[in-house]
């Protein structure tokens, strides 16, 4: 193995990501993945630029590991959540979302080029008081459907959040040029911006996940009638 290859297994390791050597690490092309539910199919592309959540990803789908899991969490005009094992065989009104796969993935931000446009696909993650790093779930994720927002209401934001987190000279809760007009006119969650890792995006299917958020749901937004992830598979 060459030594460029041997340092990014170590790191891999050493930040509890389980590796698998057949991926080839930083060689990967624009991969995508069919996403096939019950109410119908979804195709995300990860993207190369966050590799810890990519990677782990990839050995997740090739593993089965998602077949049969529920999407568990809908909010609508939010998002729709998934990828806790607990979930294939969860009982109906049982509370969902503590399962995992018992280690975490350093955060990958990089805002302001990837953010929470609607149909961004990032990873769910305990919250801040319990986890100030703001590292990942292994396993769990969602995709984002959101709401529109005005320029003025962005910008408003952009503010509150660098009173309340800092980081006034960088980009971490700044607004680019292109994240405004797609939050103002595709929409998005722009408040989860600098806080949550998104490592992908839907580029076919999204009428399938505006379907799903607009199930009923119960008071802790399960939906009433599960929402299955029948199978994901790698595709080109």
């Known amino acids: 193995m060459k030594h460029i290859e041997k340092l990014i297994l170590f790191i891999l390791l050493s930040t509890t990501v ?3 050597s057949s991926l080839k690490i930083g060689k990967q092309k624009g991969q995508k993945v069919l996403i096939q539910t019950s109410q119908g199919d979804i195709t995300i592309k990860l993207y190369n ?10 050995k997740l789908v090739k593993s089965g590991f998602y077949d049969g899991v529920l999407l568990h969490r809908v909010i609508n005009k939010f998002m729709i959540q998934g990828g806790d094992p607990d979930s294939k065989t969860a009982k109906p009104n049982e509370m969902l979302g503590n399962g995992d796969v018992g ?44 709401k529109k927002f005005s320029p003025e209401e962005l910008k408003s934001m952009q503010d509150e959040k660098i009173f309340k987190y800092g980081h006034a000279n960088d980009s971490t809760y700044k607004f ?29 299917g999204m009428d399938i996940v505006d379907k799903i958020s607009k199930v009923k749901t119960n008071e802790m937004d399960r939906p009433i009638t599960d929402v299955r992830i029948i199978k994901m598979k790698l595709i080109r």
Not at 49 to 58: S, V
Not at 125 to 136: A, T
Not at 179 to 200: E, R
């Open 18 to 20: 389980i590796s698998c």
């Open 49 to 58: 630029e966050t590799p810890l959540h990519r990677t782990n990803f990839i």
């Open 103 to 146: 280690y975490s993935i350093p955060a990958e931000l990089k805002t302001p080029k990837i953010y929470h446009k609607y149909g961004a696909f990032a990873a769910a993650r305990e919250g801040d008081q319990v986890n100030p790093e703001k590292s990942s779930s292994g396993a769990q994720f969602y995709i984002v459907t959101g």
């Open 176 to 204: 680019s040029p292109q994240s405004i007009t797609d939050y103002s006119t595709i929409g998005g969650t722009p408040h989860l911006d600098g806080n949550y890792t998104v490592f992908g995006e839907v580029i076919e």
